[in-house]
């Protein structure tokens, strides 16, 4: 499907100076000879749109990423990710070329557009919904976002509605109102739909948009209360990028290990100029555990990471 829309597969390092392009913590291992520290990559995205600044307008990979977190039936230790990056669209143009992918690959694969996960039916075969993440933030939490501007807001309304969830002292506001969102909202939604909009507090790497300071031009692909897909206009300003990374350091400061570090070299990148641009991914093997029906991602790999006996 990429290929026939003139993307160019590319392949970038899996060992890194600084993981990127998503909130994790990395592995992290030894160059001996360099006699440097090198993580593995927890996404594909810094690199990609390294490339669109120097020129390439469509790409994309599909390669093995790795991520120190914890095991549930939806995650693995190392996974399967697709990004790709198109140069001069936006969010919205993307939303409509993914959505028509999806809708290509099931009846291409499995040789329908409906299925059926766990008793509850799935329809592809329609206009996805877009909803705003703030009006079902406020729909299944109680909380309005636009009044929410400080860690104290959100800690003060999640008291008030009695959301129970464990509040970490060294989570920052896009932390908590995540954490809020996985335990009030994500599960109501079965979809699949695009969730647009995302506070941007949550998102360092989009642009904000214009009509709806404090919010961005993201969209999450959620099917039975899954992220299936994650995309966004990207962030292209130098300067506001270096701000966002300021704030995700001063986050791992304080303890946040997933939060992420500042890229000095990506920086450098958009300070030589990358257009606007957008960019999409999405963790294939979760994808291909909701289309096939199976109750655990583990099962859609060979020789998942397991404790040894």
């Known amino acids: 499907y990429l290929k026939e829309g003139e993307f160019l597969e590319v392949e970038t390092p899996v060992l890194e100076n600084i993981p990127g392009g998503a909130e994790a913590e990395p592995f992290t291992t030894h160059h001996n000879t360099l006699n440097i520290d090198l993580y593995l990559r927890i996404s594909l995205e810094l690199h990609l749109k390294r490339l669109i600044v120097g020129g390439f307008s469509k790409i994309f990979e599909i390669g093995k990423v790795f991520?120190?977190?914890?095991?549930?039936?939806?995650?693995?230790?190392?996974?399967?990710?697709?990004?790709?990056?198109?140069?001069?669209?936006?969010?919205?143009?993307?939303?409509?070329?993914?959505e028509n992918m999806y809708k290509k690959i099931?009846?291409?694969?499995?040789?329908?557009?409906?299925?059926?996960?766990?008793?509850?039916?799935?329809?592809?075969?329609?206009?996805?919904?877009?909803?705003?993440?703030?009006?079902?933030?406020?729909?299944?939490?109680?909380?309005?976002?636009?009044?929410?501007?400080?860690?104290?807001?959100?800690?003060?309304?999640?008291?008030?509605?009695?959301?129970?969830?464990?509040?970490?002292?060294?989570?920052?506001?896009?932390?908590?109102?995540?954490?809020?969102?996985?335990?009030?909202?994500?599960?109501?939604?079965?979809?699949p739909l695009f969730l647009i909009d995302h506070p941007i507090f949550v998102?360092?790497?989009?642009?904000?948009?214009?009509?709806?300071?404090?919010?961005?031009?993201?969209?999450?692909?959620?099917?039975?209360?899954?992220?299936?897909?994650?995309?966004?206009s990207e962030l292209n300003d130098p300067i506001e990028q270096r701000k966002r990374f300021e704030d995700q350091m001063n986050l791992r400061e304080a303890g946040d290990k997933e939060a992420q570090m500042m890229d000095e070299d990506f920086i450098e990148a958009l300070k030589y100029g990358m257009p606007p641009t957008a960019g999409f991914g999405v963790g294939l093997d979760r994808l291909f555990m909701i289309l096939s029906g199976v109750s655990s991602v583990r099962e859609t790999v060979l020789f998942p990471t397991m404790k040894p006996e």
């Open 203 to 232: 998102s360092p790497l989009a642009k904000e948009k214009k009509d709806d300071p404090g919010f961005v031009e993201r969209f999450q692909i959620l099917i039975m209360g899954s992220e299936l897909g994650n995309g966004f």
């Open 67 to 98: 991520r120190n977190e914890g095991m549930s039936r939806e995650h693995l230790q190392e996974f399967t990710l697709l990004e790709f990056y198109r140069a001069y669209w936006d969010y919205n143009q993307l939303m409509d070329f993914v």
């Open 106 to 191: 099931a009846q291409k694969i499995f040789g329908k557009l409906e299925f059926e996960y766990e008793g509850v039916k799935l329809n592809f075969n329609q206009t996805w919904p877009r909803l705003k993440y703030k009006d079902v933030f406020k729909k299944y939490s109680g909380i309005n976002l636009d009044n929410i501007k400080t860690k104290e807001d959100i800690i003060k309304e999640i008291n008030k509605h009695q959301i129970n969830i464990k509040i970490e002292k060294k989570a920052g506001l896009g932390r908590i109102i995540d954490q809020v969102y996985k335990k009030t909202v994500r599960p109501k939604l079965v979809g």
